[in-house]
């Protein structure tokens, strides 16, 4: 998507034909930088330290994370070390592992001499298929915000369409135009009136620090509130939808995502707003039913809750970041990277096939060729 003009996917080959390029996410939104990846453990350590971090972002890092150890070293006992190595470094987001087997199956067959390039054109073609399912949620989702438009009381025809969103689903989670967000760029440069309320996402603030960045840059008018705030916005008819991704969605529609989406979709069914997922296919994981009960949930280090980082704004700091602490010392911290919202609570899902609702019977309409 568009930073400052120009064009920008989260993740590319690099010119030499065997590195990777990334954006270095943690920096955002006070720096913009790229790092080179150049073998499977720098690729293991973007992944479990967040400098990429979105389901289908980490699952094309993971791609090439493969092809870049097969680089390496082709033989079988490589390619396992290595889809060990990078299938450990997050647990929740099924995309890591879906990607992996895709890439491990393409390259198993092969003499090993050709494994790497077989890795490299099977991750090209994972990213390429990833950027045509984003823009396609895009356009589903476009349908949905215009239906809420034009159902609108006449009084409220000029007014916004409000849109609610936590942490970031948008083209920093994905190789480009996001899931969650892709609606609200394709509504926004078809010229409707929106606007987004951008839950900051403690506690790494993927909202306020991601969202809020891209937005930006994309010229959507947006809000930052506190996570605690959406209940309240919702209340008061401030929001006319909520729009979030997924990092793990079951066959029977039961959505995993970022810690305070459950809270959100409570929230929403209370007040009778729609509660919108929106994913590719590579998030679903047809193999399990009850979310709940069976989607592994990330538990990150403490000193995420008990730390922030933001740039320090003293004139003697010239805008560093730094990191400071919140609680008392001795306070315990306790950090679970995601939560469940049941399908019950979701009013559909928005993929790139078309809309279901959230269930088995509803996915399968979608995907029963598959
Ligand atoms: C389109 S997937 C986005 C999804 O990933 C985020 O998690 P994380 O930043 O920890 O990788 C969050 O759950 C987003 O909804």
């Known amino acids: ?26 920096q955002l939104p006070h720096k913009f930088s790229t790092l080179k990846l150049s073998n499977c453990q720098e690729a293991a350590t973007a992944i479990s330290t967040m400098i990429v971090r979105g389901a289908p972002l980490i699952g094309v890092t993971g791609a090439y994370g493969l092809m870049l150890a097969l680089q390496e070293d082709p033989s079988d006992n490589a390619l396992e070390a290595a889809f060990k190595q990078l299938n450990a470094t997050r647990p929740t987001a099924v995309n890591l592992r879906w990607a992996l087997k895709r890439i491990r199956d393409k390259v198993k067959p092969l003499q090993p001499a050709k494994r790497a390039e077989a ?18 949620i895009g356009n589903h989702g476009l349908a949905i915000i215009q239906k809420l438009a034009a159902g609108r009381p006449s009084v409220r025809q000029k007014e916004p369409i409000q849109v609610l969103t936590h942490c970031n689903a948008g083209w920093l989670a994905t190789v480009d135009w996001g899931t969650a967000l892709a609606p609200i760029y394709k509504a926004h440069r078809a ?17 306020a620090s991601l969202t809020a960045y891209e937005l930006g840059r994309e010229g959507v008018p947006h809000t930052v509130i506190v996570d605690n705030a959406g209940g309240h916005l919702m209340q008061q008819g401030y929001v006319d939808a909520v729009v979030v991704g997924s990092d793990r969605t079951t066959r029977s529609g039961d959505v995993c995502n970022k810690i305070g989406t ?71 911290g306790f950090n679970p990277a995601f939560d469940v919202t049941p399908a019950r609570l979701v009013t559909a899902l928005i993929t790139e096939r078309g809309v279901a609702a959230a269930s088995e019977t509803g996915l399968m309409e979608l995907y029963c060729d598959d």
């Open 1 to 26: 998507m568009n930073i400052d003009g120009t064009a920008w996917r989260t993740i590319w080959l690099e010119k030499d034909g065997h590195s990777v390029g990334v954006i270095d996410q943690t």
């Open 119 to 136: 890795a490299r054109a099977e991750s090209a073609l994972i990213a390429e298929e990833d950027v045509a399912m984003c823009e396609a």
């Open 191 to 207: 010229g409707l009136n929106i606007h987004v309320w951008v839950d900051e996402t403690r506690p790494r603030n993927q909202g």
């Open 262 to 332: 459950y809270l959100k979709a409570l929230a929403a069914l209370d007040n009778g707003v729609p509660f919108y997922v929106a994913l590719p296919a590579s998030t679903i994981d047809w193999s399990i039913s009850d979310g709940v009960a069976e989607i592994p949930i990330e538990t990150r280090s403490a000193m995420e809750v008990t730390h922030i980082q933001g740039r320090n704004n003293n004139a003697s700091s010239n805008n560093q970041l730094t990191t400071v602490q919140l609680t008392p010392n001795q306070s315990e």
